[in-house]
Every structure is written in structure tokens, then in C-alpha cells.
């Protein structure tokens, strides 16, 4: 069965602080796709990042990176210099080949950048 | 702008009723996905279309159906209802694939029922 788990529910930092969110998966597929998704205030749901499960390169964009581990079934996410606009619920998911395309959801973990 | 469009923005109703939620996808999408979010469970995979046809379901209840139609847009209905169906429902599309590609979420549909 596929599972994501973010253990992290919530998380406040100072601004310029870095931070890391956990997420942990589970499946039996040797093909599938991992991803990383925001939810500001407003509500909608931002596409960040996909990864499959061949691709173990660590990626860097801009203040954000992600690393991606298969010997330990993560894929976390670290804000580097946070800023308040950073400020979301972010959703890590989990899409098997044999899916369909549809995405399982971790449960989210909601971060808050003070000034 | 994801370029998915969610209709209506918030809906308010009583329980019992019943009420449709549409979505169009975005230009070339061939599927499209709804989600249930509630502060219980999260972010629920509900049922997928592909150019029309069922493809996948998720924790659908029964009193809830979806169809995509020859354009591509797809209507959920809620039947029924109940206080507990209270929840933002998304809409999602994506590309021609059905492996691994991005979704691109609408803006949602806010339902309350009273």
C-alpha cells in the first residue's frame, strides 16, 4: 500500500532561519513519482517539485532543496534564509506507475515564518 | 494562474441537498482528478477521468458521482448531504500521460452545509 507521511504538523521559525520539512513514503512499485506541493492562505495548491525514483539527484532551486534518499524513503524539503511570504501548508504526494496518475497526499505540514 | 477553472468559488447549503461542482480543465488535459480536503482527512484522492472515462476511484462515497463530458469538462455531485461533507473540493488536470506527470490544481470549491 502507498502511504506519505509528514511527521512535522507544524513548524515556526524567525525569518532567515533555515528549515526542513520531513516526508517519509511507502511503496512496493519500483517506479513512481514523488512531489512537493504549497498551499498558501489563499488556499490554492502550488506545484514545486517532481521527482522519480531513478532520479536520486539532489535538486537546488533558488532558497529551496530537496533531497531525495531511497535508502531511507524520504524526500525532504529545505527552505534555506526563510522569508514570511514562505508561510504555507506544504503537501508531500506520492504517485505510483501503476496509479493512474493520481497523487496520495501526506497530511501536510504547516509552516509559519515570523518576522 | 493554473489555467484549471473551479465553479462556484463557495457554495452554502442545507442537509439533504443535493449540488454540482464543475471544472474545467486546462487547454489539452485529457484528465482530471477530484480531491476532498478536510481538516480530519486531509487531502482525499476521490476519482480520476480520462478523456471521458473512469479511470480511477478513490474514497468516494456512494452518494457522490462524477462524469467528464465530450469537452472535457467534468461535474462532481454531492447528494445527499451531509454536515460532515463540508470540505474545499478540488479540481486537477494533467497532460496527456497518466504516469507521473504534475497535477495542476483549481482554486477550489468551498462547500459548507448547514
Known amino acids: 500500500a502507498q502511504k506519505v507521511t509528514q511527521a512535522q504538523t507544524e513548524i515556526s521559525v524567525v525569518e532567515k532561519e533555515d528549515v526542513t520539512l520531513d516526508c517519509v513514503y511507502e511503496?512496493?512499485?519500483?517506479?513512481?513519482?514523488l512531489f512537493w506541493y504549497k498551499q498558501p492562505p489563499s488556499g490554492e495548491l502550488v506545484f514545486l517539485i517532481r521527482?522519480?525514483?531513478?532520479?536520486?539527484q539532489n535538486e537546488i532551486s533558488g532558497r529551496y532543496s530537496w533531497n531525495f534518499q531511497k535508502s531511507t524513503s524520504s524526500f525532504n524539503f529545505t527552505i534555506t534564509a526563510s522569508q514570511v511570504v514562505d508561510s504555507a501548508v506544504y503537501f508531500c504526494a506520492l504517485s505510483e506507475r501503476g496509479s493512474q496518475g493520481n497523487l496520495i497526499f501526506g497530511k501536510g505540514t504547516k509552516l509559519s515564518v515570523k518576522p | 494562474d493554473s489555467g484549471v477553472t473551479q465553479t462556484p468559488k463557495h457554495l452554502i447549503t442545507a442537509t439533504g441537498q443535493r449540488v454540482t461542482l464543475r471544472c474545467s480543465p486546462r487547454s489539452g488535459d485529457l484528465s482530471v482528478y477530484w480531491y476532498q480536503q478536510s481538516l480530519d482527512q486531509g487531502l482525499q484522492f476521490l476519482i480520476q477521468?480520462?478523456?471521458?472515462?473512469?479511470?480511477a476511484k478513490g474514497n468516494i462515497l456512494e452518494r457522490f458521482s462524477a462524469q467528464q463530458f465530450p469537452d472535457l469538462h467534468s461535474e462532481l455531485n454531492l447528494s445527499s448531504l451531509e454536515l460532515g461533507d463540508s470540505a474545499l473540493y478540488f479540481c486537477a488536470s494533467s497532460g496527456p500521460g497518466t504516469r507521473g506527470e504534475k497535477l495542476f490544481f483549481g482554486s477550489g470549491t468551498q462547500l459548507s452545509v448547514l
Open positions: 511503496t512496493r512499485d519500483t517506479t513512481y513519482y
Open positions: 521527482r522519480n525514483s531513478f532520479d536520486e
Open positions: 477521468y480520462y478523456n471521458g472515462e473512469e479511470r
